[in-house]
């Protein structure tokens, strides 16, 4: 008789994973969500592009961004123990969880505390110092830039480590390309520093508070913020052995 491999009598050790009572509730499992995801753009073609050919092969393709609505409790795991210790830390400091977190998104079995800008500081520091959260490390601050979610261009992401409970969480923020300012974190967390300068070189999102926010990769008097999806496709001639390769912009176009 063959035994099935959960069969206690095989001598096997199920993975972790397999005995987890979450199993179902996190993973690849999104949690319930109360609305549609908001759609911001339709994009076409393989690269976005609308002005001239497209030469890839995939201009037929039709696809749509769309922004994850917030997630319902329960969220599953450790999420909801991070969701109520959150809330606890808020409430001692003298805010509220609605007025520091706008909404919570679980996705792919991750968390995402979509964070109020004015909150980032204070929020960051509860995330450090709390002991029922006590995420000691950010392990990097990245920009993403939607410009057709309107008055929500830019978004910041912080990606926090706690080493005492073996827990990671995103904190996410949000600011219009008018007034491109998120408060810096810097003092909360010394890792930012140059995270956020490269998020500044990249997005032109600025950092309040910076000790130095300057550019990090690219020249100071470069003009604008290459990663931004407005950034034009241009660039600078490549000279490679010999040869002199011209910026997309100025090679022949494929009507």
């Known amino acids: 008789m063959t035994l099935p ?25 999104p949690a319930t969500t109360g609305a549609e995801p908001e759609v911001v753009e339709i ?32 969220f599953g795991g450790d999420f909801d123990t991070v969701a109520d210790a959150l809330t606890g830390a808020l409430a001692r400091t003298g805010r ?9 998104v679980v996705d792919r ?21 709390d002991p029922d959260l006590r995420f000691e490390l950010l392990s990097g601050v990245s920009g993403v830039h939607f410009p057709d979610e309107a ?19 995103r904190l996410e923020v949000t600011a219009p390309d008018a007034d491109p300012h998120i408060p810096s974190v810097v003092a909360v967390y010394p890792t930012a520093d140059w995270h956020e300068r490269e998020t500044w070189d990249f997005f032109g999102i600025v950092f309040d508070g910076h000790p130095a926010l300057t550019r990090i990769q690219m020249p100071d008097d470069w003009p604008g913020h290459p990663q ?10 490549v000279e490679y052995k010999g040869a002199v390769i011209p ?9």
């Open 5 to 29: 491999p959960d069969d206690p009598r095989t001598g096997a050790t199920p993975r972790p994973d397999e005995t987890s009572p979450d199993r179902d509730t996190v993973g690849n499992v």
């Open 151 to 169: 008055g929500r261009e830019l978004h910041a992401v912080y990606h926090l480590l706690s080493i005492t409970h073996n827990r990671r969480v």
């Open 96 to 104: 509220t969880f609605g007025t520091a977190v706008e909404k919570t």
């Open 247 to 255: 910026p997309p912009d100025t090679r022949r176009s494929y009507n």
């Open 43 to 74: 994009r076409r073609g393989m690269f976005g592009e609308q002005d001239t050919g497209d030469t890839s092969g995939y201009n037929g393709l039709v696809r749509a961004v769309a922004m994850p609505s917030p997630s319902e409790r329960p």
């Open 109 to 129: 079995g991750e968390i995402t505390f979509y964070v109020r800008r004015d909150a980032i500081v204070d929020t960051a520091r509860v995330f450090r110092d």
């Open 228 to 237: 931004r999806k407005d950034y034009p496709l241009g660039g600078i001639d």
